[in-house]
């Protein structure tokens, strides 16, 4: 199972039912954020939703990092 997770309160509460969810089928939980890279804060946010994977028991996080053209 893979889970898109923003960062958010609301999302992380989702992220983590859903490891839940999936622990109790036996399935893998993978959270994956986008750091936008378009607030300074926005890399930081990304390790923080790590941190909060691994505290919720997912199989990992991953982060797809955007580069826009200057």
């Known amino acids: 199972l893979v889970v898109a997770v923003?960062?958010?309160?609301?999302?992380?509460?989702?992220a983590t039912l859903a490891v839940?969810?999936?622990r109790g089928r036996g399935v893998p939980c993978l959270w994956?954020?986008?750091d936008h890279g378009l607030r300074r804060e926005s890399a930081a946010e990304a390790v923080a939703v790590g941190?909060?994977?691994?505290?919720a028991g997912a199989q990992g996080h991953c982060?797809?990092?955007l580069h826009w053209p200057h």
């Open 6 to 14: 923003s960062g958010g309160a609301d999302s992380l509460t989702l």
């Open 20 to 22: 839940g969810w999936a």
């Open 32 to 34: 994956v954020t986008v």
């Open 51 to 55: 941190l909060h994977a691994l505290q």
């Open 63 to 65: 982060v797809a990092r």
